[in-house]
């Protein structure tokens, strides 16, 4: 995962049933990959999927697959149709692929912004039985992992990123007493600073009061230059 991308590979298992008696005939397995592309100046994501069929327990002779996302329950959120909501034929060692465009269609003003948390079923049927499984939705394997936020934080037009993503510097092994000092750092300061998943985030400003009023004072002082030159650039 990086500011603008999420990808993820996931194994599944699917249950086939009998649509009328709710018998269990069979189990089918099967992996999902997934890259989400999301862009800074645009407010619009797009969405690569490839569905493999490794095995399964029951023939799959006129098997077909489809998926249904959500992105948003309201209408904030445009998401083409693509290939994946119609049923498409698959037998075991095949795959199928395709993409799904989304956007934010809600109201795009400065200060506005909308996170969109992205939810998946994939659905096969053969014959009479069916069966399906989910992801990416509150509960569900893969919860909060397919977060995109769409907003104008990032440039003066909106655009959108997979705000899940922490960004991370990453010392390299070859400086070990490197690696060793910020360890003990972070370990002996009760904010633990940097430390995932045990201490906060490292600002530019280490005092939390200086962090927040330092984006503020650079705003401040852009809007007083362009008071006094209209004409200079944006930040």
């Known amino acids: 995962m990086t500011r603008y991308s999420i990808c993820s590979i996931r194994g599944v298992v699917i249950v086939l049933m009998d649509t009328t008696t709710g018998m269990i005939f069979g189990k089918v397995y ?3 990959e997934q890259e989400i592309d999301t862009q800074n100046a645009i407010p619009e994501f797009f969405e690569y999927m490839n569905f493999s069929l490794t095995s399964a327990d029951v023939g799959t002779s006129g098997m077909t697959v489809q998926v249904d996302s959500t992105c948003s329950l309201d209408s904030s959120c445009k998401e083409t149709s693509g290939p994946w909501t119609t049923p498409r034929p698959i037998t075991v060692g095949g795959s199928i692929d395709g993409g799904i465009t989304r956007s934010w269609t809600g109201a795009q003003t400065h200060g506005a912004e909308k996170a969109f948390l992205i939810s998946y079923e994939l659905t096969l049927n053969v014959g009479g ?4 499984t989910s992801w990416g ?3 569900e394997p893969g919860d909060g992992q397919y977060w995109v936020r769409c907003d104008f934080k990032v440039s003066a037009r909106a655009g959108c990123v997979a705000s899940a993503f922490t960004p991370t510097f990453e010392v390299s092994k070859q400086y070990s007493e490197a690696r060793q000092y910020i360890g003990m750092v972070q370990a002996s300061m009760s904010t633990h600073p940097g430390w995932e998943g045990r201490g906060q ?3 530019r400003e280490s005092n939390e009061a200086e962090a ?4 503020q004072r650079r705003l401040r002082q852009h809007v007083h230059r362009q008071q006094e030159h209209p004409s200079a650039g944006a930040v």
């Open 30 to 32: 099967g992996t999902v």
């Open 129 to 132: 039985l069916s069966g399906s």
């Open 137 to 139: 939705g509150d509960g």
């Open 201 to 203: 985030p490292l600002h």
């Open 212 to 215: 927040t009023e330092e984006p």
